[in-house]
């Protein structure tokens, strides 16, 4: 494909060939004469991870001997997908393994489509830990990433009769080729019990011990993937933790005769890390959500603290050699788990354990949804983590004496900084103890950080005024357009030249003066065009939907959620249909709607949208008075290898969240390196997009963030006014609230449509008018084809900033401090 422009040698196929054969004959105990595909994947994979690790030692030990700081990467998720073609593509493989199967008649393509989706994130905030852990291989920065080996990943999306069902994913059902399970690291994880404290002994006399005997121990066992950068650059470890119950102590139970009670035990303990939790931008709120995260968490800081003691003998410069970054607030009992090591464990003075703690740990916000903040009732604390309730506790007490010695005496803001909610019931709030256990605090788009310091942090940040700082997000160009996307990736490096490979966020600049000619901006639609033909036979094999590569393809895709406004998207999809219904024969834009996203299951209206999706799409597809000009497809089970094959062949990429709401979003980016021109609001990264790529190349519209705001403060907004003001919107909001297209039920939607006429909570009224001028300009612009791929060309050649790689530069000079 594109990363090799020198072909593979004989001798590389071949050894490559012997490879792959021998792990099908040793490993997977298999003949080559009889082998299935699913076995030629498996012997495929080991043979690209026996080439990761040669390269994995000999990294890990020159991390050792050159005493590197590292960086740990604490997230509860990791949206990673499949591995095969990256490792392959990062280590320079891809055609040997191409070629070395064709030799032996396996087709590449067919066998890398096996390959189960790692889905273990919901969406953008675990995708982000994935690219990330990538960016960070490529620059050679020694890093773990840290989480949970869920048994099972995000479930199945299938769609029965429109509506979606969660099925169990299975992702482990013919084992995991690339991680190697490391029985030998493993650490006993308590929970429950009570706190004993002792007169003070040892460096510590005036301060008395305290013994924390938990009730039940659960085993984290490690299992270790590698993760390779761009050519091979360095090989870093993601460590997964697996829960077992400890034997022993149900072996007990079960000699003593009560054997179901040791099953039910065992199961408990295990059920950790049986699932992961299906919420997206809402709180998961239950308790084994709390002991997971405490479970990895305590996992992971254990064995960073063992690996650092033995390689300095000492704790007290863990700063200086260890960098904890926590994603969101899922990790932030490591600020009351550190603390209970070091004081507790280690035997270090209060004082200077919070001084290593807060110069260790640093801490990404990803929401301000007031529903997506975490807390936990003090109750429920006591009762699991009871030595981390006293902890923080002691640092509630010590932060809020210090204020006080500050002068602070303002009560409403010390309430507002305090780690305890009083108002709603006792609650622990895990994002400012998050906050005051880190010494570097981060929103990942500029706007979303500048809303932190003035709401979630308002109170914080005017106390602690340099903590917070921004780092807009970025994505893995190998990954979103290497791999996604080869057909383009071959017609950069033909114009601008091999070192593109290296050197994307420079030099796609270089592809700017290609958009004033003519025969270049031909090829990139050529390109787009192959892309959307591929995603067109998709389309009709899954969904039985003709739908016609030459429309404009207007994509929709991600999570489904209020805020991310699908609804609105729908909203504008009923208003051309019936535009085109009332002349059939006018000068239409040929248009195919593509959603696809994932509802969480317990979003009732999340999943109703969806339905009425599909109800749309049905209408829509099957009246032929609209036929071949406007189609509506919803594509199950969204994941990134669904969004790999359909980004590369968007035209339009739907980016419009009710500003202020999003905090950066990365698809939005995804989208733009591949040159879709975005339709979207000012809100998260969009911004910065925009400052990027010229509000010329973008269909910007809607109320700002600000604007946003003023009208919720004034109280003033009346969606009912704007809908008696908009006829266009009030025709469609009648048609689907009167059964239009829930004839089987045309009471269906009648809530959903009243709660957008009473709150419309999500101002979809409100820019319903502006998002329609700006779906016009869309046409007026797909019109005159040479203005479109101009632009087309823009928005990938002024894409590199978005590079994951400069996202993870700036953490590492500004907060890890470890370039
Ligand atoms: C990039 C990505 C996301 C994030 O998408 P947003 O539109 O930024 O929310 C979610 N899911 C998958 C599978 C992705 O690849």
């Known amino acids: ?137 490529t620059l050679g920065i020694a890093a773990h990433g840290y989480g949970i080996r869920y048994d099972h990943g995000l479930f199945r999306q299938a769609i029965v009769d429109g509506w979606q069902h969660e099925q169990t994913e299975t992702w482990l059902n013919f084992g995991n080729p690339w991680e190697f399970e490391r029985p030998e690291v493993s650490y006993l994880i308590g929970f429950g019990g009570s706190v004993a404290a002792m007169p003070g002994t040892g460096s510590n006399p005036e301060q008395s011990r305290h013994f924390w005997h938990w009730a039940e121990g659960v085993r984290a066992i490690a299992y270790d993937t590698p993760v390779v950068g761009w050519r091979g650059a ?10 077992r119950a400890e034997a022993d102590f149900h072996l007990e139970r079960f000699n003593a005769g009560d054997h179901i009670g040791a099953v039910a035990e065992e199961a408990r303990a295990e059920s950790i890390s049986r699932v992961l939790y299906p919420a997206d931008s809402t709180e998961a709120g239950q308790e084994l959500r709390l002991r997971q995260e405490y479970f990895f968490v305590a996992a992971s800081l254990q064995d960073l603290l063992r690996r650092h003691l033995e390689q300095r003998g000492t704790l007290m410069n863990l700063p200086e050699f260890a960098a904890i970054q926590l994603n969101d607030t899922h990790p932030a009992i490591a600020v009351a788990e550190l603390m209970r090591l070091l004081v507790d464990v280690h035997d270090v003075p209060w004082r200077k354990a919070w001084e290593l703690t807060v110069g260790t740990l640093s801490y990404t916000n990803h929401t ?55 108002d709603h019931g006792r609650r622990v709030r895990m994002g400012n103890l998050a906050f005051l256990g880190s010494h570097c605090v981060n929103g990942v788009s500029a706007l979303h950080t500048g809303l932190m310091r003035e709401t979630v942090f308002t109170d914080l940040h005017s106390l602690y005024p340099k ?34 490979l290296d050197a994307p966020e420079t030099m796609l600049r270089k592809l700017d003066p290609f958009a004033d000619q003519a025969d270049f901006r031909a090829r990139f639609a050529a390109q787009r065009l192959e892309n959307k033909q591929i995603l067109a036979r998709m389309i009709q094999d899954r969904l039985g939907i003709t739908v016609d590569p030459n429309a404009l393809f207007d994509v929709h895709v991600k999570r489904i959620h209020e805020y991310k406004r699908q609804l609105l998207n729908l909203l504008h999809t009923v208003a051309l249909y019936q535009a085109i219904r009332s002349d059939p024969g006018g000068n239409w834009v040929p248009r195919v709607k593509i959603f696809a996203g994932k509802a969480a299951a317990s979003y009732h209206t ?27 497809v919803f594509l199950p089970n969204y994941n990134v290898s669904l969004a790999e094959r359909i980004i590369p062949a968007a035209d339009l990429s739907e980016q419009i969240s009710t500003a202020g709401l999003e905090a950066s979003g990365t698809s939005n980016m995804k989208f733009a390196l591949n040159g879709a021109l975005t339709i979207g609001t000012l809100d998260g990264a969009n911004v910065e997009m925009c400052e990027q790529i010229g509000a010329d190349h973008m269909f910007i519209f809607g109320m700002t963030a600000q604007e946003v705001e003023a009208r919720k403060q004034a109280n003033e907004y009346n969606a009912e006014a704007t809908i008696i003001g908009s006829p266009r919107l009030n025709e469609v909001l009648m048609a689907i609230r009167n059964g239009a297209f829930s004839a089987d039920d045309p009471a269906r939607y009648t809530a959903l ?53 400069r996202t993870i530069r700036e953490y590492a000079e500004e907060i890890w401090k470890v370039l």
């Open 368 to 422: 301000l949804l007031p529903e997506a903040l975490e807390t936990w009732p003090v109750g429920l604390m006591e009762r699991l983590l009871p030595r981390h309730m006293q902890i923080i506790y002691l640092i509630n007490a010590q932060h809020l004496d210090a204020l006080r010695e500050r002068g602070v005496h303002d009560l409403k803001l010390l309430r507002s900084v305090s780690l305890i909610e009083e």
């Open 753 to 805: 449509i009243d709660g957008l006429k009473w709150h419309d909570t999500f101002m979809v009224c409100a820019d319903f008018e502006s998002y329609w001028k700006a779906q016009l300009e869309v046409e007026a612009r797909w019109r005159d084809a040479d203005s479109w791929w101009r632009s087309a060309v823009f928005n990938t050649s002024r894409t590199g900033w978005f590079s994951s790689d």
């Open 1 to 137: 494909m594109t990363q090799e422009t020198t072909a593979p040698t004989a001798e590389e196929v071949a050894a490559f060939r012997a490879n792959v054969i021998s792990k099908l004959t040793y490993s997977i105990g298999k003949d080559p004469e009889h082998a299935s595909d699913h076995d030629w994947f498996e012997a495929v994979a080991l043979a690209t991870r026996d080439r990761m690790t040669d390269e994995w030692m000999a990294r890990t030990r020159q991390v050792y001997q050159e005493g590197k700081k590292r960086v740990y990467y604490l997230s509860l998720e990791f949206l990673i997908g499949r591995l095969l073609t990256d490792s392959l593509s990062n280590l320079g493989l891809l055609e040997v393994a191409r070629e070395a199967l064709a030799g032996v008649d396996v087709d590449f393509d067919r066998i890398r489509g096996l390959e189960p989706d790692a889905a273990l994130g919901n969406g953008g905030l675990g995708r982000l830990a994935a690219c990330f852990m990538e960016s960070m291989a």
């Open 606 to 632: 999340a999943k109703l949208i969806i339905k009425l999706t599909n109800d749309i799409a049905r209408t829509i597809n099957d009246d032929p008075t609209v036929r071949g000009l406007l189609k509506v």
């Open 467 to 500: 903590r917070i700082s921004n780092k807009t997000n970025g994505i893995t160009f190998r990954r979103w357009l290497y791999q996604s996307n080869p057909q383009l990736t071959r017609l950069l490096v033909e114009h601008v030249g091999e070192e593109l």
């Open 234 to 243: 360095s090989v870093n470890t993601l460590r997964l933790w697996r829960a």
